[in-house]
């Protein structure tokens, strides 16, 4: 029953977009599109295999993708079935047709693990797409069909081979004005270099290109996130946390991707010498992954660099899964210096020694050279007595003497004026929205060009992290 719902759904969907192409009807291509993530989350390879040999029968990619299909795992016998040609339809049939049917099955393929298949799929449909050169139509499916292959050639390790497509496919589209396919790329190849721990690559690429305004919400969230650990690698820790909280703001609904930027928000918000607030941790479905991350706040929170080590060590895997490993490695001089702090608050005269006992430093030089790298920083105001071996506080400041109001101030505006930004952005409406549809018009049919367009971008950013 599944699957005759899946058929008839592809059917459907395959309907709508011949019709929108032969009578100009942007709206059914809209919906297609628009429908296309549940049909791509639960068809079978059977079921694409079928329709591809039903209408790609003059199509010579059709064999490959056919052949790369009957590879998985589930439904072997109702793609045998599917192949035998009977039923084929022996007409040309659409470029955007061709083009849709192929990106489902190299989405299939991937979501299968076929990375193997995907990738074969995808670098076929990319040449056969520069044969359809000018069709405005084909730029959102373009878009999508560029992700999976790069994101294929990703996992299988040789994203370097086809960066340089990629990099082509970008100036093409910047000059074609294809925006749908400049935020797929430009995220895509940011993705890879950060896979590739090519930071500086990531950066000067991020640096020179502009990202397009008129997006969809779920790229510019990805942006966001990857522009943010670009940063924090970078050691700017204050414009990364503006931006990976404007992308926690925005986030989508997609659980994996919220845990992956709150994860590197709390270890952000750590190395810049704050505590994350309680709710960073308790969100729902955030719990658990958020645990090892809600026991490295405590470590650093405290200034215990023994319980500090022994989290680490205990999650090491996990944070390199994350790939949050290095930020977490960073925290240990935090821990140092909160434990100084503490240290330096309570004791107007400490021994070097004592200082190395409690934060459980190697020798009594390793404490000197700590608490002189504090001082030189601003951690602390104190003076270390090298001939005596002792560290002696000074009388703790006026701090609205210092600058630390001003800049905490400065903070709270900016939030402040990025808030009212976003807010009249949120309000600019479409033309005529305000007037009642008609009785007689369908629901697809009340919604304006710009929504159907944002619907359909928003489709596009529906894939995985």
């Known amino acids: 029953m599944a699957s005759d719902a899946s058929d008839k759904a592809l059917e459907r969907n395959v309907a709508f977009i011949e019709r929108a192409i032969e009578s100009g009807q942007v709206r059914l291509m809209m919906r297609?599109?628009?429908?296309n993530t549940q049909i791509r989350r639960g068809i079978s390879a059977a079921a694409v295999a079928k329709m591809i040999t039903k209408r790609l029968s003059l199509s010579p990619l059709r064999s490959r993708a056919v052949e790369e299909l009957e590879k998985a795992p589930v439904g072997m016998e109702e793609v045998e079935d599917g192949i035998n040609g009977d039923d084929a339809m022996e007409t040309e049939c659409l470029p955007e047709v061709e083009i849709y049917l192929l990106c489902l099955a190299a989405s299939t393929l991937c979501r299968e693990r076929l990375f193997e298949g995907a990738a074969a799929v995808a670098s076929d449909t990319v040449r056969r797409l520069r044969h359809f050169h000018g069709r405005r139509t084909l730029e959102p499916l373009g878009a999508k069909i560029y992700f999976y292959f790069a994101y294929a050639h990703e996992k299988l390790g040789k994203f370097e081979d086809v960066r340089p497509t990629l990099l082509a496919a970008h100036r093409t589209a910047c000059l074609q004005h294809n925006e749908f396919a400049q935020a797929v790329l430009l995220n895509a190849l940011v993705r890879g270099l950060l896979e590739a721990n090519l930071i500086d690559s990531a950066f000067k690429l991020v640096s020179k290109t502009n990202f397009p305004e008129s997006v969809s919400n779920n790229q510019f969230c990805r942006y966001l996130y990857y522009t943010g650990?670009?940063?924090?690698?970078?050691?700017d820790y204050t414009d990364a946390y503006t931006k990976l909280m404007q992308s926690i703001r925005k986030a989508p609904a997609n659980l994996g991707f919220r845990r992956a930027v709150h994860k590197l928000a709390v270890?952000?918000?750590l190395l810049m010498g704050e505590v994350p607030d309680r709710t960073m941790f308790q969100g729902q479905g955030l719990a658990s992954a958020m645990a090892p991350y809600l026991r490295l706040t405590q470590a650093v929170r405290?200034?215990?660099?023994?319980?500090f080590n022994q989290v680490v060590e205990a999650n090491a895997v996990r944070f390199k899964a994350d790939k949050t490993y290095t930020l977490a490695i960073r925290l240990s001089q935090n821990v140092v210096k909160t434990g100084l702090r503490r240290l330096n608050i309570s004791y107007s005269r400490i021994s070097l020694d004592d200082i190395r006992d409690k934060l459980q430093l190697e020798n009594s030089r390793s404490a000197e050279f700590v608490c002189a790298k504090a001082i030189k920083d601003g951690v602390i105001d104190a003076v270390i007595d090298h001939d005596r071996s002792f560290m002696s506080s000074k009388d703790v400041t006026e701090v609205y003497a210092t600058n630390d109001p001003q800049k905490a101030f400065h903070r709270r505006v900016a939030f402040c004026l990025d808030v009212h930004n976003e807010a009249l952005k949120a309000m600019m409406y479409p033309p005529?929205?305000?007037k009642k549809p008609q009785p007689e018009t369908k629901p697809d049919d009340s919604k304006t060009d710009e929504e159907l367009a944002k619907e359909i971008e928003d489709e596009l950013g529906d894939e995985p992290l």
């Open 32 to 35: 297609a599109l628009r429908q």
């Open 229 to 235: 650990r670009i940063q924090a690698m970078q050691l």
């Open 267 to 269: 270890l952000v918000q």
């Open 302 to 307: 405290r200034g215990s660099l023994l319980e």
């Open 432 to 434: 005529d929205a305000h």
